[in-house]
T-cell receptor, first 117, second 116 residues
Framework: DAGITQSPRHKVTETGTPVTLRCHQTENHRYMYWYRQDPGHGLRLIHYSYGVKDTDKGEVSDGYSVSRSKTEDFLLTLESATSSQTSVYFC????????????????FGPGTRLTVL | AQSVAQPEDQVNVAEGNPLTVKCTYSVSGNPYLFWYVQYPNRGLQFLLKYITGDNLVKGSYGFEAEFNKSQTSFHLKKPSALVSDSALYFCAVRPRQGGNTGKLIFGQGTTLQVKP
């Protein structure tokens, strides 16, 4: 978890409310990712960023948006939370496949447990 | 569709015995291959990776993995299991084609239980 923090670590919210999760890194890595972890599904990519203001969708992006205005911060927003978005959310960072010849490993934050009632 | 399969939800092994956690993939070309471990209430930790070269890759905590191109497998192994190895293990792949997006495809995870 070195160099990566996520806030909040736990959140309970009501259906229909907006929620923003924050990922902060001190490693100056170019790539940042948001995943959700659900039993039986492993980790699924929501969105990722390959630089400031450069983002793209992952496999489960519906209902989520992201923003990256600084290298160190990557925000995940649920515009109107639903019960299906109850999950554990992980942020990850990496140097980027170009720099590492494709083999760069991702480093993960401690996770945010989100419950939508 | 590209996918990663970990056929066992749980693997049980006695302490001191060898362990194997299986991973197969369906990805075109020769992907980059990774193993991660997750301890309770923690994020994932990188264990090892295969990029190219020797099919046997050594990683952290005494773990190793064997890449088998013909079987499209990347099984995780350890010669002698410890109780402290008990955790959730994820296999992940990154296709070499399709641009340098860095995206990983994860398996669903295998729980390793090592009993004293």
């Amino acid at each position: 978890d070195a160099g990566i923090t996520q806030s909040p670590r736990h959140k309970v919210t009501e259906t229909g409310t907006p929620v923003t999760l924050r990922c902060h890194q001190t490693e100056n890595h170019r790539y940042m990712y948001w995943y959700r972890q659900d039993p039986g599904h492993g980790l699924r990519l929501i969105h990722y960023s390959y630089g400031v203001k450069d983002t793209d969708k992952g496999e489960v992006s519906d209902g989520y948006s992201v923003s990256r205005s600084k290298t160190e911060d990557f925000l995940l927003t649920l515009e109107s939370a639903t019960s299906s978005q109850t999950s554990v959310y992980f942020c990850a960072i990496s140097e980027g496949p170009v720099l590492a010849g494709g083999g760069d490993e991702q480093f993960f934050g401690p996770g945010t447990r989100l419950t939508v009632l | 569709a590209q996918s990663v399969a970990q056929p066992e939800d749980q693997v049980n092994v006695a302490e001191g015995n060898p362990l194997t956690v299986k991973c197969t993939y369906s990805v075109s070309g020769n992907p980059y291959l990774f193993w991660y471990v997750q301890y309770p209430n923690r994020g994932l930790q990188f264990l090892l990776k295969y990029i190219t070269g020797d099919n046997l890759v050594k990683g952290s905590y005494g773990f190793e993995a064997e890449f088998n191109k013909s079987q499209t497998s990347f099984h995780l192994k350890k010669p002698s299991a410890l109780v402290s190895d008990s955790a959730l293990y994820f296999c992940a792949v990154r296709p070499r084609q399709g641009g340098n997006t860095g995206k990983l495809i994860f398996g669903q995870g295998t729980t390793l239980q090592v009993k004293p």
